[in-house]
């Protein structure tokens, strides 16, 4: 603002022309620097890409149905093959995540088996131990013994390794035998790891190899906001079947603690009135 009032200043009406070239030539830059620099930004953003990954968050919610109920078509598309959930009955499923029992039984509960059957896996598990080394954990309760926040960051660092029998790795799981069996909608990606000194015993040097930030191999068929949301319906699924009645529990407990401070409340009223006499 004072350059152009300088300007008018010193050069009167005439520098109009000027003044409004400039404007117009500042006005049709501006865009392509905008561009320039959300180009900048998406190339940082994607170079450092995982460097975070220990801060991941699977902010699930158990009360969201629809994520359960898509979470359960995942686990059972995806998981189920390899993985069972020897507590939780396809019956009781259908139940809680209001699916219509004859929906249950087309599309949910395998041709052989029951309603009332507990969800298994077709996978033997002499052939599991041949294939992986060893048979794949029930995963009832694996959300209570690890976590959500665990299960998001595994299921979400899985990286290219050719060392690996399956071609694949994992930063939260080292050395994991589970393959990357979500990879087609991932896509592929390579862990970037670094060089860095450290201090070892007794004050030596040493050099670890430390992550960095994973790279891009090749494309899913879902982006990385569909990918995560993917992710986040199989983990608040399992949350969901280590303890199928933690929303009930959750919303009985409010009325609980209501009722045990008027219950209080009257005790103490009660106390006052038998010992208003004694002292």
Known sequence: MRMLESTFVRRGPGALPGVLLGLVLTLSLAPRAVLAQEA?????????????????RADNSVADLASLQRGARAFLSYCNGCHSLKYMRYSRLGTDLEIPPEMVTKYLVPAGHKASDYIGTPMPPADAEAWFGKAPPDLSDIARARGTDYLYRYLTTFYVDSSRPTGANNLALPATAMPAVLSEREGLKRAVFKNVEVHGEGGAVETQSVFDHFEPVAAGNMSREQYDGLVRDIVNFLDYVGEPAQVHRRALGVWVVLFLLVFTWLAYLLKKEYWKDVH
């Open 40 to 56: 900048t930004n998406t190339q940082g953003a994607a170079q450092s890409f995982g460097a975070d990954w220990e801060s991941w």
